[in-house]
């Protein structure tokens, strides 16, 4: 029962990369060596769907859409690009004193036309302190190194488009008639760029009787600016939420991880520990944002605050649970429940009023 459809779909989506490397080794005398790698890549995703809805059917003998009447439709066109050229060197001397250093450029598609580039550089450093001559007397160390980083990282997971005002259809009416027609559906943002993410990394690996024993240990911070986020609008601009870059936030936090290889012959046994905490913080939200509710079907349910971690929950706080018809009936207010009852959350009354 009910209205009989067909409906008929295709859909393609092709990614293709293109790589090119270049390397050079190189080991010099007086325990030098050098790696360095220079490279262009290039990447393309094009999708496309087609749609088609027919209704209407006479009977059950024709089973594709042309048996009906065709009553909608859709097609979808999309592809985004990217272009990258990297960088890297690559140095140690007597396996004891280690750098790294990179650069990248990417272009994206996504991006505004004035601002679709973004430069990544990084760098770390490294101290092999076991190899040091001054540690041959420690039989039982294998490996103490000592290591530090920095380097920036870009985002562009967007939507396709998101810095272009797109149009949509809309119908409106004429003389009395619908007429179709095509309004603005998204703003224009030729500025949006990058979200880039700045991370600074200290950690110390060891390793102990014959790597019976290992471990490693890290403190990070990374500060993520330039957000990707879609903000609130005022509804006089004719839209309700705008794709821009925006804000400050920090993560910062230690991981440390320890195994021990009890038994190594036929019957092994290693024991893994591991500990991380971490800490997110919003620093910024930009000279006019306080704040950036999450708005869904039910409302907000999330929110982005400065002072506090992104995307926390947002509601009311919850008292317990309503046990009586009593209880109801003595409380100050219910503001999620017009009619509550036994077994239903209460709120709490956070201002006194």
Do not use: C
Request: glycine share 10%; proline share 4%.
């Amino acid at each position: 029962e009910g209205d009989p459809f067909g409906q008929s779909s295709s859909a393609q989506g092709i990614n293709w990369l293109w790589e090119n490397t270049l390397n050079y080794n190189k080991s010099f005398s007086g325990g030098h060596k050098l790696d360095a790698l220079l490279g262009y890549t290039s990447q393309k995703q094009s999708n496309e769907l087609n749609l088609v809805f027919a209704r209407n059917f006479p009977d059950d003998q024709v089973t594709t859409v042309s048996g009906g009447i065709v009553t909608g439709g859709n097609s979808v066109q999309e592809e985004w690009s990217l272009v990258s050229a990297l960088a890297r060197i690559n140095y140690s001397f007597k396996e004891r004193y280690l750098f790294t250093g990179t650069i990248r450029s990417d272009r994206s598609s996504r991006f505004g036309s004035d601002n679709q580039t973004g430069i990544f550089p990084s760098a770390s450093v490294g101290w092999r302190i076991g190899n040091e001559p001054f540690m041959d007397g420690f039989d039982a160390l294998n490996e103490l190194k000592l290591r530090a980083s920095y380097g920036v990282t870009g985002n562009f997971e967007i939507p396709n488009y998101g810095a272009i005002g797109l149009l949509q259809s809309s119908n409106y009416i004429l003389d009395n008639q619908i007429v179709n027609g095509i309004v603005p559906q998204t703003l224009t943002n030729r500025n949006l760029s990058w979200e880039s993410t700045t991370s600074f990394d200290i950690g110390l690996d060891f390793a102990f009787l014959q790597d019976r024993i290992y471990g490693t240990f890290d403190y990070y911070r990374n500060l993520t600016t330039d957000l990707l986020l879609f903000v609130s609008t005022p509804a006089s601009s004719g839209f309700q939420t705008a794709l821009t870059n925006i804000g400050e936030v920090e993560n910062r936090g230690f991981e440390a991880s320890f195994t021990s290889r009890n038994l190594v012959g036929d019957f092994k046994w290693e024991t893994d520990f591991n500990f991380s905490a971490n800490t997110n913080e919003v620093l910024a939200l930009g000279p006019d944002a306080d704040e950036i509710p999450a708005r869904g079907a039910a409302g907000v349910r999330h929110i982005t605050q400065v002072g506090h971690p992104i995307g926390s929950y947002y509601g009311y706080v919850t008292d317990g649970i309503y046990q009586s018809q009593e209880e109801i009936d003595n409380a100050p207010f219910d503001t999620q429940a017009p009619d509550p009852a036994p077994g239903d959350i209460r709120f709490k009354d956070v201002d006194g009023d």
